[in-house]
């Protein structure tokens, strides 16, 4: 597909897209530090098949959009504290501004209404539009997310160590790098289904070819860390909704899922036995097929009405 990059909420976002155009849309929004290219070739011509207009971007601070490369490395220890103490950390967007950047894209790009789908950071950015833009959105699907409910359990320890600890640059040590990569990426997949190796490595390559930024990253996390309880919000959504979560997923364990589905008025929540917090292609059937029953659900409800 031919990327394209045009202004939405005073950044540049990159983006390309798949299946007809005067169909209804789909917008997929990645994860933490991960590009558009995590939401693969394959699935997105799987939704297309469906008969959906399907377009995935970067985020701000990731791949080919807007990077804020300019304000200083984060500092996790002083964010940590500043949150402790109540107090507000200095940081230069918040997971708002990128759910804005989400309603921006379908302006610039004159979509009136969506079905949003969101991974990981990603789903709460879904959320917040779900909740804060409740006329663009068609239905909402959250996968592998969580509710910002604070008194939810934690990621496994070495998890957070693996995600926090800086990894080698690849310009100059890319076997480390991949190493490094490779290794969290195995750490956090599911015990169901098969790692690939090498399509973990061609993905990341592809990523760091892209673009590399590791303080986008920190950035991206610093805007999670102050984004606080969503449940109040997500109580307020109307779109119909599907929260999708692995049982394996030892980054935001399944309660974070129950707890997602449990606040959203009406949803669904699917749980999948083996999947981690990753979406393996063995799956993709699975998970499309759950995004166009919740799509679908609303036009049932209407005709059964």
């Known amino acids: 597909m031919t990327q394209k990059i045009l202004k ?3 950044v540049d976002l990159a983006y390309d897209s798949f299946g007809d155009e005067t169909a209804e849309t789909m917008l997929l929004i990645p994860g933490l530090g991960t590009q ?4 693969t070739t394959p699935f997105c011509l799987d939704l297309a098949a469906r008969g959906y207009h399907v377009i995935r971007f970067d985020n701000r601070d990731a791949g080919c959009s807007t990077h804020f490369s300019h304000h200083p490395a984060l500092d996790f220890s002083a964010l940590a504290s500043a949150l402790m103490s109540g107090q507000r950390p200095d940081i230069p967007y918040t997971l708002n501004d990128m759910a804005k950047d989400a309603i921006g894209l379908l302006d610039a790009l004159s979509i009136d209404r969506a079905h949003f789908a969101g991974r990981s950071m990603g789903g709460m950015i879904a959320q917040i539009v779900a909740s804060e833009h409740p006329e663009r959105v068609l239905s909402l699907t959250s996968i592998m997310s969580s509710s910002g409910n604070p ?3 934690q990621a ?3 998890v957070m160590a693996m995600m926090t600890r800086p990894a080698p640059n690849p310009a100059e ?3 480390g790098f991949l190493a490094h990569s490779l290794s969290f990426a195995r750490r956090v997949a ?3 289904y098969p790692f690939d190796e090498d399509d973990y490595r061609a993905l990341i390559l592809e990523e760091v070819r892209r673009a590399y930024d590791p303080g986008g990253f920190g950035r991206q996390i610093a805007a999670i860390a102050v984004s606080g309880d969503r449940r109040q919000r997500l ?3 109307t779109a119909p909704a599907l929260v999708i979560h692995g049982a394996d997923d030892p980054l935001f364990v399944p309660a974070c899922g129950k707890d997602t589905a449990a606040a959203i008025p009406g949803a669904e929540f699917m749980l999948i036995d083996g999947m981690g917090h ?4 063995r799956l993709y059937k699975a998970i499309v097929d759950g995004m166009e029953r919740v799509a679908r659900r609303d036009r049932k409800q209407d005709q059964s009405g």
């Open 190 to 192: 599911g015990t169901g």
């Open 8 to 10: 939405a909420n005073g």
């Open 36 to 39: 558009m290219i995590r939401w």
């Open 151 to 153: 008194a939810l359990p």
């Open 235 to 237: 109580a307020t959504i």
């Open 156 to 158: 496994a320890p070495d």
């Open 173 to 175: 040590d890319e076997a």
């Open 278 to 281: 990753d979406l393996p292609p």
